[in-house]
């Protein structure tokens, strides 16, 4: 008999909380993986970055397992299947995984769990994604926040509790993992994908650029932000080991990982917004969709170069300034009056470091209708933050080196008319309410 243990977005070994707990449990531990055939095979790009992330990630565990004389199971496949037939091939006790907090993610688990209970095994989740989760920051009335500024608040006091940020010691137990001979392993080919050869940020960050974050993250220009959002991603560094660096280096950066938190918890306690606007009336708003400008802001052709950098930054690398990302943002829904959900759906196809959850809540705050979003008649404008944050043109003109000749294209829209057009817009969509 043997416990599996399941790797999602936690494709690491050392400070792994549902690992741990697999591995104290007693049974011989075996790993598993499943490229899961319902998301893979939705990718409409087959030389998708993250599968190749999670691909070189996944090669690296059954590499760590196997000099340890253990190996990781890993399929391709619908996970509910490969759980029927991994229960005819092993005699499974308990399963144990790291909890997910997407609706898909919940339903796919609840369906397990459920197969496991009639084959008389266990489903054990655990958190390890976030530093808080489900109920463990809530109002004075017990209510989840829907604001960030007091959530951060309570956030940061209980984080003082080094008992929240504290490793999970797995390789004190490694012994417990089950011996057997390698596994074989799929290919990316196998699965319809090609490699891109991509050099991955590494998963560390540097105590001196977290020092000078504060000061530097605006400027799309610097290598001012960690670039760890695809480590943070799928696991393959430990927010636990990222919060107690930042705890000594950077408290604007913490903050950072507090908004993370806060995403995944307006997810989890409020799981519409995958498909509405937080505040339900916003779904009332009339938007253009015009094909022709959802066009020309996806291919960085808008005329407005900050909007330009950031898109065609996005295409070239999948990465995005997050200053950049938020006025993208408001100039696809504001200015061009295009749904937060088509671009929200573009940057979930091309962002390396795409989340569900802060992604929907990046989109969701640009467009004036998520939790503790800006108020809609405030409209970004896209001259004035390329002045303030990119004065010298660097960031600009690495990514359109074309600006200032004859071959950019004039504005799309003017700004004046666009800033008056979205906020009667926003008033008459909110009226009917
Ligand atoms: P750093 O500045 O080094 O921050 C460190 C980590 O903190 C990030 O990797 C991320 O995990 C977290 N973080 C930072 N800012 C935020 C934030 N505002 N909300 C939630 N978490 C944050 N972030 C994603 O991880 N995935 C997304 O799909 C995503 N989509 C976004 C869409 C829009 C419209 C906007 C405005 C923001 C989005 N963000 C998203 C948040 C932010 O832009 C990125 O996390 C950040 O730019 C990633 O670069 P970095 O890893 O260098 O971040």
Known sequence: PIAIM????DLRLHDNAALYYALKAGRPVLPLFIFDKD???????????????????VLKLQDELQKMGSSLIVRYGRPLEVFQELAKEYEITNVFTNYDYETYGKGRDAEVAAFLKTVGAGFHSYKDQTLFDHDEVLTGTGKPYTVFGPYSRNWLGKLADPFY????????????LHKTAPLPMVTLDDMGFEPLGENFPKPTVDDALLKQYQKMRDYPAERGTSELGIHLRFGTISI???????????????SELCWRDFYFQVLD?????????????????????????????????????????????????????????????????????????????????????????????GWQWAAGSGTDAAPYFRVFNPTAQA?????????????VPEYNSLNYPAPIIDHAFARQRVVEVYKEGLRKE
């Not at 998301?39 to 990630?57: A, G, P, T």
């Open 6 to 9: 399941w790797h999602r977005r």
């Open 39 to 57: 998301i893979l095979d939705h990718l409409d790009d087959k030389r998708d970055r993250r599968v190749e992330f999670i691909y070189k990630y």
């Open 165 to 176: 940020t504290k490793s999970y010691p797995t390789e004190t137990y490694f012994d417990q």
């Open 240 to 254: 636990r080991n990222l919060a107690r660096q930042a705890q000594e280096t950077s408290p604007t950066f913490l």
């Open 269 to 361: 306690h409020f799981p519409h917004v995958e498909q509405h606007a937080f505040r339900r009336e916003y779904d009332n708003i009339k938007f253009l969709n015009r094909p022709e400008d959802i066009e020309r802001w996806e291919q960085g052709k808008t005329g407005y170069p900050l909007v330009d950098a950031g898109m065609r930054q996005l295409n070239e690398t999948g990465w995005m300034h997050n200053r950049v990302r938020m006025v993208v943002a408001s100039f696809c829904i504001k200015h061009l009056l295009v749904d937060w959900r088509i671009g929200e759906a573009y940057f979930a196809k091309k962002l390396r470091d795409y989340d569900l959850a802060a992604n929907n809540g």
């Open 387 to 399: 002045e303030k944050f990119d004065p010298k043109g660097e960031y600009i003109r690495r990514w």
